[in-house]
């Protein structure tokens, strides 16, 4: 798995060792960052299920001002760490250890907003879903912004949860990729 374009491209980024996690394909990652385009200049990014931070880090290298990456299991919290140094993007990047839909409530009562946010939660027990409808439910995300949620093609998502409505989804063989954004006001 590698960086593939910004300030850290081509850079070979750590995976988690063991079958606890299942990294972003780089064609699917490419395709994802492909449609995000500009967004991702100077946005504050959130990374959900982490794991080796390949997302946020992608984000990061392709000038996102910040990134929080959020995943409860300790050893893809030391890869990310590692990644983060490796590509020289630590500086811009904070790694918190917690459960990322539990997390959801502190960062609400914080008041913080993000512009992207990614979630990759593990397949097969509708988290992804879950965390729609968590999401759904907060401000965490700007009303530019895009949720852009990794799921098994198999785990069936809402076009509209509260204030999200799907923008757009992309299938690669049993990965598919929800887009979500807030509605615009009816002028």
């Known amino acids: 798995m590698r960086v593939i374009a910004g300030s850290a491209g081509v850079l070979r980024l750590q995976t988690v060792k063991g079958t606890g996690t299942r990294p972003t394909a780089d064609r699917v990652k490419e395709s994802l960052f ?41 050893a893809c919290i030391e ?8 590509t020289g993007l630590a500086s811009r990047g904070d790694v918190v250890r917690a459960d990322a839909l539990s997390y959801l409530e502190r960062l609400a ?15 097969g027990r509708r988290l992804a879903a879950e965390t729609l409808a968590r999401l759904a439910r907060t401000d965490l995300l700007t009303p530019s912004g895009r949720l852009v949620i990794e799921h098994s093609c ?14 757009r989804r992309s ?3 049993d990965t598919c990729v929800s887009f979500y954004g807030t509605p615009k006001p009816a002028s």
């Not at 890869?79 to 490796?86: F, S």
């Open 34 to 74: 492909s449609i995000l385009g500009p967004q991702i200049a100077g946005a504050r990014v959130l990374d959900l299920f982490a794991g080796s931070g390949s997302l946020g880090i992608e984000a990061l290298s392709r000038g996102a001002q910040h990134a929080v990456f959020v995943d409860r299991m300790p």
């Open 79 to 86: 890869v990310i760490r590692a990644n983060l140094n490796h």
């Open 109 to 123: 009562r914080e008041g913080r907003q993000f512009d992207v946010i990614f979630a990759d939660p593990p397949y």
């Open 154 to 167: 198999k785990e069936e998502m809402q076009d509209e949860a509260k204030n999200l409505t799907l923008v």
């Open 171 to 173: 299938e690669y063989g």
